[in-house]
């Protein structure tokens, strides 16, 4: 009997920058997991975490609708097991 897998979950990881510490996830909407996948050029099951460079960040933001504040955060992309 073949394994059932639950979908990955996506996220975008914000670290402050001046303490290196976790500050807050924003979860990738399922709706949008598609374009988040398909623009940053991964594969679905790749599981872990990547930093994003600015142009990453950019299109992932439009994509998700929200606005990155450079000078505060850094930001990476997560894949983690459903």
Avoid: N
Wanted: aromatic residues 10%; negative net charge; glycine residues 8%.
């Amino acid at each position: 009997m073949a394994e059932l897998h639950e979908s990955p979950h996506y996220y975008v990881v914000l670290y402050d920058r001046r303490t290196d510490e976790w500050r807050q996830m924003i979860e990738v909407r399922p709706r949008l997991r598609g374009r988040v996948i398909e623009a940053l050029g991964i594969e679905p099951l790749d599981y872990g975490e990547m930093a994003l460079g600015p142009e990453q960040l950019g299109t992932l933001a439009e994509i998700m609708d929200f606005t990155p504040d450079l000078e505060r955060y850094v930001y990476h992309f997560e894949t983690v097991p459903g």
